[in-house]
């Protein structure tokens, strides 16, 4: 079974930087698309970038200038480099993997969700 690990949040002052990982493990043929999504108390969780198998990104219009996804097909790593970031980036932020296991099925990976705040 596919599992996610995800690292870097924490506590950072407003205008600051974070780079968030989230590695995939277990059975993994190849991966598809890879992202980063968000929830902030009391919203719903939202897409903030992802990257697809052909490296083609799109972001959030609140990520866009700001933050940058990448990857290392290698290490089935994705990763979240945020800069500038706002108050109002203070969330839980989880990855989303996709791809195909080793057995030929389809599988989309979750990660536990790291938390990001943002405040002086």
């Known amino acids: 079974q596919v599992q996610l690990v995800e690292s870097g949040g924490g506590l950072v002052q407003p205008g600051g930087s974070l780079r968030l990982s989230c590695a995939a493990s277990?059975?993994?043929?190849?991966?598809?698309?890879m992202g980063w999504h968000r929830q902030a108390p009391g919203r719903e969780r939202e897409l903030v970038a992802k990257?697809?198998?052909?490296?083609?990104?799109n972001y959030a219009d609140s990520a866009k200038g700001r933050f940058t996804i990448s990857r290392d097909v290698a290490k089935n790593t994705v990763y979240l480099q945020m800069n500038s970031l706002k108050p109002e980036d203070t969330a839980v932020y989880y990855c989303?993997?996709?791809?195909?296991?080793?057995?030929?099925?389809?599988?989309?990976?979750w990660g536990q969700g790291t938390l990001v705040t943002v405040s002086s």
């Open positions: 277990g059975g993994i043929l190849m991966l598809d698309y």
């Open positions: 989303n993997i996709g791809g195909f296991g080793v057995l030929g099925n389809r599988f989309d990976a």
């Open positions: 990257i697809s198998s052909g490296g083609v990104t």
